[in-house]
């Protein structure tokens, strides 16, 4: 699916997937994930509509309008059904490389000067 804007999906409670997997949906559909409700968030996905936990009132509060994982899929995936999909290929979410090494600050011989 193609957005105007990349939204930023957040996921609560229980998914009938691996949250990684459903996350790495969300990004291969053009949008965007975050962990907590922000400005920026535009769809909260939460398996139970009933539920009153603190991302799901705060969601409410804001206006984030909740869809739930049956609706997520149907968004990011169209006509293809959800088991194709993760048959074909898994989808993982890759870990961005450290470039960073530690630096040895100390010499490992120590100069005594008498």
Do not use: Y
């Amino acid at each position: 699916m193609t957005w105007s804007t990349k939204p930023v999906f957040c996921f609560t409670g229980k998914s009938p997937k691996p949250r990684k997997q459903m996350e790495a949906l969300a990004i291969k559909a053009g949008g965007s994930v975050t962990k907590s409700i922000t400005n920026s968030t535009a769809i909260l996905v939460i398996a139970d509509p009933n539920s009153t936990s603190a991302k799901a009132q705060k969601a409410r509060a804001m206006g984030v309008e909740l869809i739930s994982p049956e609706e997520f899929f149907e968004i990011c995936l169209g006509s293809q059904s959800v088991e194709q999909v993760f048959e074909e290929k898994p989808f993982t979410v890759k870990k961005k490389p450290k470039n960073h090494q530690k630096k040895n600050r100390h010499s490992s011989k120590r100069r005594i000067q008498l």
